[in-house]
């Protein structure tokens, strides 16, 4: 199998990007379908932990009437993000954010070992 093929048989690239395409829920499917490419196994896990993060945030963030005014900041940092971390996969970058991205690694790495 090639460097840059997955168990999809898909480009590293095209799958890693594919992870943030619906947020946690492409990160938890890419997490069960690529068993064996590191790239796109960190990418859906980041994608995973980032964006349910965001997701119950903005969940807790609604039901606080005065707080729920952060709920438009909310959605714009979670646009920035995605469009940052699809990029970037497709670039072939292993872009970690600072605490989600090493989270992910540690995740991903460690269970090879």
């Not at 199998?1 to 992870?19: P, R, Y």
């Not at 790239?39 to 039901?63: D, E, I």
């Given at each position: 199998?090639?460097?840059?093929?997955?168990?999809?048989?898909?480009?590293?690239?095209?799958?890693?990007?594919?992870?943030?395409?619906?947020?946690?829920l492409?990160?938890?499917?890419?997490?069960?379908?690529?068993?064996?490419?590191?790239?796109?196994?960190?990418?859906?896990?980041?994608?995973?932990?980032v964006?349910?993060?965001?997701f119950?945030?903005s969940?807790?963030?609604?039901w606080?009437p005065?707080?729920?005014?952060?709920?438009?900041?909310?959605f714009?940092?979670?646009?920035?993000?995605?469009?940052?971390?699809m990029?970037?996969?497709?670039?072939?970058?292993?872009?970690?954010?600072?605490?989600?991205?090493?989270?992910?690694?540690?995740?991903?790495?460690?269970?090879?070992?």
């Amino acid at each position: 199998m090639e460097k840059n093929k997955t168990a999809l048989g898909i480009d590293q690239n095209i799958e890693a990007v594919l992870c943030y395409v619906l947020g946690w829920l492409t990160g938890i499917l890419f997490l069960f379908l690529e068993k064996e490419n590191q790239f796109v196994r960190f990418h859906a896990m980041q994608s995973l932990v980032v964006f349910l993060a965001l997701f119950v945030l903005s969940l807790v963030v609604g039901w606080i009437p005065v707080i729920g005014l952060l709920s438009p900041v909310i959605f714009l940092v979670a646009v920035i993000l995605w469009i940052l971390l699809m990029v970037k996969a497709f670039q072939g970058e292993m872009y970690k954010l600072p605490w989600a991205g090493d989270f992910a690694e540690k995740q991903v790495f460690s269970a090879k070992d």
